[in-house]
């Protein structure tokens, strides 16, 4: 397989007309043409007469769901909603289905999806982020990350001057608030210095000498600590690498909207394939590392030391809500990699790769740089300068050795 970008045509504005967000439509007041949203505003936008509509607010406010009683509920079916998916045989990404769609190519690597759709129960989004960051903005972002990549091989730069298919995705999140009751066994470890005496050669002699060595008294600790956590952040999708999908953080949660279809009006979505009590596992994972930070500060001393943590969970909320991200997919000598840009603040994160040519001659050119210094330094006589400053060094202090056992001879 050739290396490239995804060479399909893309349009100039921020929706395709065949890759629309899934429900309701929106066409243009004008002349009847499928609106889309733009990005950075709060309007419906036609691509062919400019048209504007503006999304309307629905004074719906957002709150936090309980969440064993949701779990309750989804038990008997009661809060989920029926949507059209399509799964990417490469990568294994769940999306909602585009409408009147047959054939597109996954967002997220590239490949086709082509298929029947089947159905999902699945927990309807109450709050989004809309995209701010438009896609010439986007691409903008990628490609200077890739003139970037000071390691990266020549052919993969040359990419970077051709355009990139990027694909507007709303990636599902849940956010949980909890507080939590953690008891605690361990140790506090303070400081303190005792006084040691060794022995060593000196002059050729043997002497006795003294040191200050620290030390740490151990002893019992346990106790409770409290914590309130709010919107602990978890990604619901396999479908990207967790580790590039969190460096798009931080999000502006505080700026949620409600969710509207309009909104995804012009762009896909993806369902999420973590599901709400996974998420809650994957949230006490991130909430552990308060909970242990809260329990150091509680035993105090200079060092600690945690056996054991039981912690109980209480008041758990959440919501569902999808956040916006520009994705590009590319093959590059037989491998698949993936781009992405935070769909708010424009941050890039990626996978890209690696030209070993490049690395191995940096490499050598640093043994070079060390090489040449070393050659010039020894022309210049340092090294046999330092020589003598040694040997001279040395006489000195033999010199005094026999003055000082002249001196003790005579007393």
């Known amino acids: 397989m050739t ?208 040191r200050r060595v620290r030390k740490i008294r151990w002893r019992h600790a346990s106790g409770t600590v409290w914590n309130t956590f709010d919107d602990v952040l978890v990604v619901a999708s396999h479908s990207l690498p967790t580790k590039h999908v969190v460096e798009l953080e931080p999000w502006d949660l505080e700026d949620l909207a409600p969710y509207g279809d309009e909104y995804l009006s012009g762009f896909l979505a993806e369902s999420y394939q973590v599901d709400l009590e996974q998420g809650f596992e994957v949230a006490k994972g991130i909430m552990q590392s308060g909970i242990e930070r809260s329990i150091r500060r509680d035993i105090g001393g200079d060092e600690q030391r945690i056996f054991s943590i039981e912690t109980a969970y209480d008041d758990i909320t959440f919501k569902h809500l999808l956040l916006p991200v520009w994705i590009t997919a590319y093959r590059f000598r037989e491998r698949a990699y993936q781009v992405l840009v935070n769909g708010r603040t424009g941050e890039v994160q990626g996978d890209r790769p690696w030209s070993w040519i490049k690395i191995t001659l940096f490499v050598l050119f640093l043994l070079g740089v060390v090489g040449a210094t070393l050659l010039l330094l020894d022309k210049g006589g340092v090294f046999e300068q330092i020589g003598q400053v040694g040997r001279m060094g040395m006489s000195l202090a033999g010199v005094g050795g026999h003055a000082w056992d002249g001196v003790l001879a005579s007393v």
């Not at 009661?78 to 190519?105: G, I, M, N, S, Y």
């Not at 091989?153 to 995705?169: E, I, T």
């Open 3 to 210: 290396d490239s970008w995804d060479s399909r045509p893309e349009p100039d504005d921020e929706g395709a007309e065949e890759t629309p967000g899934e429900g309701r439509r929106f066409p243009c007041g004008q002349c009847g043409a499928k609106l889309v949203f733009e990005p950075g505003t709060t309007a419906l936008v036609c691509k062919y007469c400019g048209f504007e509509n503006p999304i309307s607010e629905s004074g719906i406010v957002i709150r936090e769901l309980d969440y064993h009683e949701h779990l309750a509920r989804l038990a008997d079916g009661e809060v989920l909603q029926e949507t059209p998916t399509v799964k990417c045989t490469a990568c294994a990404a769940e999306v909602d289905r585009p409408e009147h769609v047959t054939a597109f190519a996954c967002p997220f690597c590239g490949s086709d999806i082509v298929g029947a759709a089947f159905s999902r129960k699945r927990i309807r989004p109450k709050s989004l982020l809309p995209f701010r960051v438009t896609r010439s903005e986007a691409r903008s972002g990628v490609l200077g990350w890739i003139r970037s990549r000071w390691f990266a091989p020549n052919a993969l730069k040359k990419f970077a001057r051709m355009d990139s298919r990027l694909n507007g995705m709303y990636l599902p999140y849940w956010t949980y608030d909890c507080n939590t009751t953690s008891h605690y066994v361990g140790q506090r470890g303070d400081y303190y210095w005792v006084t040691e005496t060794y022995t060593t050669r000196s002059g050729g002699r043997t002497v006795t000498k003294t």
